[in-house]
């Protein structure tokens, strides 16, 4: 993966088949779509735009508006002639000022086909907007050429799955279908389609929604004349596979767009109107509805209109702004709570008003710009909770990682294999080519050499160039490749510290815009950094993933993982090197910390394989909302390299389920976090937790555990002191509650202590065991 050229791939790796006709296809379609999208990226455009369509995209040939509001033919704008309807489909509101509703067969024919002419070596974009919600029994045609002279048909619609097509046929039925499966477009929103043909590079593309979907080489034999009409809204063949549903802003080029040209088009949603029109202004956005105090709150409104809208702030809490120009929404929250906002678009047509409610939780101990964190502090389940927004990462269950002690807290045990952690609603990853970013987490391992690169996170796009990954080589040191959606941009790192030591350690990779550099820290110290030039950005649909990378071979991650964080900033050296001494300072390794429910009180009992400036531990209990409160305090050691045990009684445990924690205090005032435990206030049964025989001279350890509900799934795990899993059984309670069990131990077990952790929903259960060889 590091200093590679990127990999010659599709999005499907075999077109999907024609669904209008059945073909043999007469050339080998050639997965290169990437490799053709750089090059598109970098094309520069040729023709001129009409004049009263001076701020479309060069090339514009024909755009219908479909503004009419009655019967009578729809004006294309750049040539003035009509397109005619045998049966009208009807005006509807729009984005852009109308639209037509297709529905009970309408169709429309366009004569005018000097353009449309295509011939072996033309190359054209078509482009439209359509709403819909049909489910229907064939597919949908938005616009289409079927010949009768010959057997070229082309057509862009909509297939029986709901998902956007395009299919083109030479004369001699040279061609084939694209469709893509990821983003369905018959779900009642507004969505952006466009098609391109660019014979220059031989390709045909699919858009949707701003994003190249779909793209495949293909050598045709033959052109695209015909004398046929062409048709919108439906398809001259059959039974004429009717489009159902709102359409607008059809518009067709003499050129292959590029990728960048295309997304303007999409805009977010909001389009970029370029017709002769004026229209009031709508708001197409959804608003950003949380926020965190102390954090800056940033929110774009974007919105339809011709002229462009300005925006404004009508209400909102003090300190808020809007920039009239971008619509950006710029506020730092001084206090948690629930503020009401109304934002306005407006220009001389009109304007539209959007209301929201932010709800503002209260902050913790971090420095202003973070907009992730990701602290992995699960101990079951398959969500991975982001503290500052809603955008949590997820795993399925049979690629979940394993939760391990963390450097602060919990953290997760990757295996190497197929651990694998997903972020979907990755948008705070769409950097611009002007954006300053940080990504800083903490990672452990003791994996030596490896074949592949590991990623600790990642993202590698399906739809456009982009490829951007944190992690370490294949000797163990770290690495940082960012790459845009062109591909721009290259590798830093295989330098400064081996991360597979066994400890933990701080990884940093910081984008500053500014200084157009891309650096790379490992504990606090700078051990790389390169210029690096980026045109455009790296938005993407794809997922951000966390543990490996989803591209082949998977780079899987073998080690433990904690504290991921993305910033909206570039931290500087000084702020990279002062939160390692923060968390590095405060590490205390916790043997064990376990919470037993004995008679309406709760125990809490750890211990610390060692310690050093320790002042005291508090004691904090929540229901795992984010909401500890501290109920109180327990003296520590000190400094000692031996063993000290603790222990703390809840006498008043809340009904239900207590989450407690320890708040691990150092004498210079630096803290840490322990691991939750869960302890659930139900009765005066408390369950038993046997480990036996302990201290383990040979053999297995027999383990009995009574008093939890039957039927409940139990995971078994055994760590060292440091955290490491070693092994994991998961196991389900019989008739009575009970499980009774062997737990085989590794081979190459050494004489030491070790932690034997019971977790099931609603407690956590520790014992140590001792190992004498």
Not at 281 to 309: H, L, N, R
Not at 459 to 464: E, F, I, P, S, Y
Not at 501 to 526: E, F
Not at 631 to 639: D, F, L, Q, Y
């Amino acid at each position: 993966m590091k200093n590679v050229y990127p990999p010659v791939h599709t999005i499907l790796s075999t077109p999907y088949p024609a669904t209008l006709f059945g073909s043999d296809r007469s050339c080998v379609l050639k997965p290169l779509f990437f490799l053709f999208f750089a090059l598109l990226m970098c094309g520069k455009a040729t023709a001129a735009g009409t004049a009263d369509f001076e701020t479309c995209p060069p090339g514009l040939q024909h755009h219908f508006g479909f503004d009419e509001q009655q019967d009578g033919g729809y004006v294309d704008g750049v040539s003035g002639n009509k397109a005619l309807c045998p049966s009208c489909p009807s005006t509807a509101a729009s984005l852009f000022g109308g639209a037509q509703l297709f529905g009970n067969g309408n169709k429309i024919n366009f004569t005018d086909i000097d353009n449309f002419n295509w011939g072996l070596e033309g190359s054209f974009t078509i482009e439209f907007w359509i709403q819909t919600t049909a489910r229907p029994s064939q597919n949908m045609v938005v616009i289409g050429r079927n010949a009768t002279e010959s057997s070229m048909m082309w057509w862009a619609g909509v297939d029986t799955e709901g998902y956007a097509v395009f299919e083109l046929w030479d004369k001699e039925r040279n061609g084939f279908s694209m469709r893509h499966e990821g983003k369905k477009v018959n779900d009642g929103e507004w969505h952006h389609i466009a098609v391109v043909r660019d014979n220059n590079m031989k390709f045909n593309i699919l858009y949707v929604d701003g994003f190249a979907v779909e793209g495949f080489e293909y050598f045709y034999k033959k052109g695209f004349e015909s004398a046929a009409p062409v048709n919108i809204g439906y398809l001259n063949l059959d039974k004429g596979y009717h489009y159902t549903g709102l359409l607008d802003e059809l518009m067709v080029y003499n050129r292959a767009l590029e990728y960048t040209e295309i997304n303007e088009q999409y805009n977010s949603g909001a389009g970029s109107y370029c017709g002769p029109k004026e229209i009031a202004p709508q708001i197409v956005s959804d608003p950003k509805t949380f926020g965190v105090e102390g954090q800056t709150y940033t929110y774009t409104i974007k919105a339809t209109g011709s002229p462009a809208p300005a925006y404004r702030l009508v209400s909102g809490p003090a300190g808020m702004a809007v920039n009239a120009s971008t619509g950006a929404v710029d506020w730092v929250p001084a206090t948690p709570g629930k503020f009401s906002v109304v934002v306005k678009a407006e220009n001389s047509t009109g304007q539209d008003e959007q209301q929201y409610e932010i709800t503002v939780k209260k902050g913790m101990d971090e420095q202003n710009g973070i907009l992730h964190h990701w602290m992995l502090n699960e101990s079951q389940g398959l969500t991975y909770k982001d503290f500052y927004t809603p955008y949590d990462a997820h795993s399925e269950q049979a690629t979940r990682p394993s939760p391990v002690f963390g450097v602060i807290g919990s953290g997760q045990s990757f295996d190497g294999v197929d651990d694998e952690v997903d972020v979907s609603q990755s948008m705070n990853f769409d950097w611009d080519a002007t954006d300053n970013f940080t990504i800083e987490l903490w990672v452990r391992s003791t994996t030596g050499t490896t074949p592949d690169n590991k990623v600790f996170i990642g993202r590698d796009a399906k739809d456009t160039y982009g490829h951007w990954w944190l992690g370490s080589d294949d000797k163990g040191y770290a690495g940082f490749q960012l790459r845009n959606s062109d591909y721009d941009g290259g590798y830093i790192g295989s330098s400064g510290p081996k991360l597979n030591d066994g400890a933990w350690h701080q990884v940093v990779a910081v984008r500053n815009s500014n200084s157009s550099l891309n650096s790379l820290y490992v504990d606090g110290k700078k051990v790389a950094e390169k210029s690096f030039t980026y045109r455009n950005g790296f938005a993407t649909l794809a997922p951000v993933n966390i543990g490996y990378l989803n591209r082949s071979h998977g780079y899987y991650y073998k080690g433990d993982l904690d504290e991921v964080k993305l910033f909206g900033r570039a931290l500087s050296a000084s702020e990279i090197q002062e939160r390692y001494a923060k968390v590095s300072d405060a590490i205390t390794e916790l043997i064990s910390f376990e919470g037993r429910f004995v008679v309406n009180e709760v125990n809490l009992d750890w211990e610390t394989a060692a310690e050093f400036n320790n002042d005291y531990f508090v004691v904090e209990r929540g229901t795992g909302e984010d909401d500890f409160i501290e109920i109180g305090r327990v003296t520590a050691t000190g400094t000692t390299n031996q063993q000290s045990a603790y222990r703390f009684v809840d006498e008043f445990p809340m009904d239900g389920l207590n989450h407690y924690r320890l708040k691990i205090m150092k004498k210079n005032g630096l803290f840490t976090y322990s691991p939750t435990v869960i302890v659930e206030k139900a009765g005066f049964n408390a369950s038993s937790f046997f480990v036996y025989p302990n201290p383990l001279s040979g053999g297995d350890v027999n383990i009995k555990v009574t008093n939890l509900p039957k039927g409940e799934n139990v995971i078994f795990m055994m760590s060292d002191f440091s955290g490491k899993k070693l092994l994991q059984e998961d196991v389900t309670t019989d008739a009575v509650g009970v499980v009774q069990m062997v737990l085989p131990m590794p081979d190459n077990i050494r004489s030491g202590i070790y932690q034997l952790s019971m977790i099931t929903k609603k407690q956590t259960i520790s014992r140590k065991l001792v190992v004498v060889r």
